[in-house]
């Protein structure tokens, strides 16, 4: 294994540490409000909601009496666990309003978490994938691996959350792959000209010594 094979699989090493970090905040964050949502029956959170006024424009809840004190919006973009913790807190001293508000804005926050590690297993994908076909010479098993397990993170993702779909990916197909031609420059150092790639070449080819 040469020093540019080690340099890549210790950099995605990293950052996969980092998105499997994140990923399982975010589960942990789901599992804590899935378990808090069992303290009250539905039609109390069906009746808390119903009470609820929202403005569209800011996110702002304001019930019948006064308004929320809780910044959830600020705080689900900083720790989504910290969020369920407080959302839990709601529900435990029969604050429906505030636990309604805070998991309004914890779905929000999750679903943007969940979209941001996609599009990360997705460039990290296609610059392997361009990598690859403006530097034959340095293919190798390992280069094979990083292709194939980032393949699989993506697949892990749409099956832990539904919303992921084809036509997500399809909707950021072209800034991600802009996004993995400049990381693919800077990781060789050098000019690659500009190329597209297609579903079949990111999702479906092989990519194998033994094919090249």
């Not at 805070?102 to 941001?116: H, P």
């Not at 994938?129 to 010479?137: F, G, L, R, S």
Request: charged residues 30%; negative net charge.
């Amino acid at each position: 294994m040469d020093t540019y094979d080690s340099n890549r699989i210790a950099v995605d090493a990293f950052d996969d540490a980092y998105v499997s970090r994140v990923t399982n905040s975010n589960r942990e964050a789901g599992d804590l409000v899935r378990q808090s949502m069992l303290l009250w029956p539905k039609s109390r959170l069906g009746e808390a909601r119903d009470e609820s006024s929202y403005q569209a424009d800011n996110r702002q809840w304001s019930p019948a009496l006064g308004e929320s004190c809780m910044k959830w919006q600020e705080l689900a973009a900083t720790s989504h666990y910290q969020t369920a913790v407080v959302v839990k807190q709601a529900l435990q001293r029969g604050d429906m309003h505030e636990a309604i508000l805070g998991l309004e804005e914890l779905i929000d926050a999750l679903s943007r978490a969940d979209q941001r590690a996609l599009e990360h297993h997705l460039i990290r994908l296609m610059q392997h994938i361009i990598e690859w076909k403006v530097q034959p010479e340095r293919r190798s098993r390992s280069w094979v691996a990083t292709i194939h397990n980032a393949r699989e993170a993506i697949r892990e993702l749409q099956e832990d959350t539904l919303s992921l779909t084809a036509d997500r990916i399809r909707h950021r197909w072209d800034t991600c792959l802009r996004k993995a031609h400049r990381e693919a420059e800077g990781e060789i150092d050098r000019d690659i000209p500009q190329m597209g790639l297609s579903w079949e070449e990111v999702f479906e080819a092989p990519y194998t010594l033994e094919a090249n």
